[in-house]
């Protein structure tokens, strides 16, 4: 499901790609410290998202340096690491363990269960180290069977079950700013849910399988319908980001909320539209 909040490279700056770049591997490089190489695999742009905003509200410490690694072999490139790419490993960790999860008990997929075996331990000693995400994670996936088995087509409700997970994701302290945080991870929880729907309309409309969006599919209006959805959505979003007191790297986290946000949505409108002549 998650992969959506990433950058617009046509519109950032060179020094700026240089720095997300860093940030991506830093949090790659603390999921090979903290959780082994194979939870490498699990990273998603969201969770460079995350750190980057975070590390721009409290402005942590950080530490700059050269790393090689499986896909870059024999050159260094930079990496960055601090207590937010840590954080955004961890969550990382725990996300990626339960969406695996929910694919072995689904479909009983081979590889779910040996990947669910691997991260087994080190997930149960980051699930110990953050109670609220655990359970909030757990409420979730309960809410979203719940109304998934009873075919529930109301938009809001099931966009605003992760909206409710990425509210605790995006919050990781009790403070003056966990209140805004978590209305902004609310609202992209959202946008990430119904993104994902409409990317899945056509084969789960095929397959039968649960989808908020598959009333709506047949109309002929149906993609305008949920682009207006999802600029509202954004919008939201983009109110609470601005209420932050962010100065470092607010280039690239706004590059990401008012164009990267949409990337793959144009990639996808495209191909439908491509698909239809």
Not at 141 to 149: D, F, G, Q, V, Y
Not at 213 to 227: S, T
Not at 258 to 270: D, V
Request: charged share 30%.
């Amino acid at each position: 499901m998650f992969g959506y909040l990433t950058v617009c490279r046509d519109e950032l700056k060179i020094k700026d790609e240089r720095t997300y770049k860093a940030w991506y591997c830093g949090i790659c490089e603390e999921l090979k410290k903290r959780h082994g190489q194979l939870s490498r695999f699990t990273l998603t742009y969201d969770m460079t998202f995350l750190a980057l905003l975070l590390q721009g509200v409290y402005e942590d410490s950080t530490e700059q340096g050269q790393k090689k690694c499986l896909p870059h072999p024999f050159k260094k490139h930079p990496v960055i690491t601090g207590e937010m790419t840590a954080y955004a490993a961890d969550m990382n960790v725990l996300l990626a363990y339960y969406d695996i999860l929910d694919d072995w008990e689904d479909e009983r997929k081979p590889g779910a269960w040996i990947f669910c075996r691997t991260l087994r331990k080190t997930f149960e000693e980051t699930a110990a180290k953050y109670p609220r995400q655990k359970q909030a994670i757990e409420d979730y996936l309960k809410a979203l069977k719940t109304c998934e088995s009873s075919g529930n087509r109301d938009i809001d409700l099931a966009s605003g079950l992760t909206g409710k997970l990425m509210a605790e994701i995006f919050s990781p302290r009790e403070d003056a700013f966990s209140d805004t945080l978590g209305r902004l991870g609310f609202h992209l929880g959202k946008f990430i849910y119904l993104m994902d729907a409409w990317e899945d309309v056509e084969k789960d409309t095929q397959k039968g399988n649960y989808n908020p969006f598959v009333g709506w599919a047949a109309e002929e209006n149906f993609d305008d319908r949920v682009y207006q959805l999802l600029l509202l959505i954004v919008s939201d979003a983009a109110r609470e980001f601005e209420k932050l007191p962010i100065e470092e790297n607010v280039d690239i986290l706004r590059n990401i909320l008012y164009c990267g946000i949409w990337s793959k949505y144009q990639i996808l409108l495209k191909h439908k539209k491509e698909k239809t002549k």
